[in-house]
């Protein structure tokens, strides 16, 4: 496995003095990483899970200045490039580079999620994005039943927002 750490420090370097996106990315990665530990991942899937959590939101940059925007659709288009980019100057492997941006190009797409490192991705990312936009109650629950299907990431989600 490669070293998360280098991605991390790219992506830190990449994200400088956007302090808000740093914690975003490490946050995410965070959920993603224990989710996909509890799930059972092999570990050539958890460690595309982990790279895809830390840079999934690598489009932003990107969408800001093209777009005057941040939106999801634009993250999509705008990311894989930037994150091929970064991930061979890492010298990751090709396969793992294309399964990274594929991830990144559909983060923000919930309908037809086969595989399990994208249900995770999109999980990981909810859990976070929920707390960081004040989602209401409600919201959080539509998503839960409609997107969630991991166990762990639905424990997660009860026990962050809906524990008393």
């Given amino acids: 496995m490669n070293d998360i750490g280098q991605v991390i420090n790219a992506m830190i370097h990449y994200f400088m003095g956007d302090a808000r996106r740093i914690n975003h990315f490490i946050k995410v990665y965070g959920f993603a990483k224990t989710i996909g530990v509890l799930e059972g991942l092999d570990e050539s899937t958890q460690e595309i899970l982990e790279i895809a959590a830390v840079t999934?939101?690598?489009g932003i940059k990107?969408?800001?200045?093209?777009?005057n925007s941040a939106s999801g659709s634009h993250q999509q288009v705008e990311g894989p490039p930037e994150a091929r980019k970064l991930l061979e100057d890492l010298n990751f492997d090709p396969a793992v580079i294309d399964r990274i941006c594929w991830l990144i190009a559909h983060h923000h797409t919930y309908d037809k999620i086969d595989e399990l490192d994208h249900q995770i991705l999109i999980e990981a990312d909810f859990i976070v994005n929920a707390f960081e936009d004040d989602l209401s109650e409600i919201a959080i629950q539509n998503v839960s039943e409609k997107i969630f299907k991991t166990e762990t990431g639905r424990r997660f989600l009860n026990k962050l927002y809906f524990s008393k």
């Fill in 62 to 67: 990107n969408s800001e200045k093209k777009y």
């Fill in 56 to 58: 999934h939101d690598i």
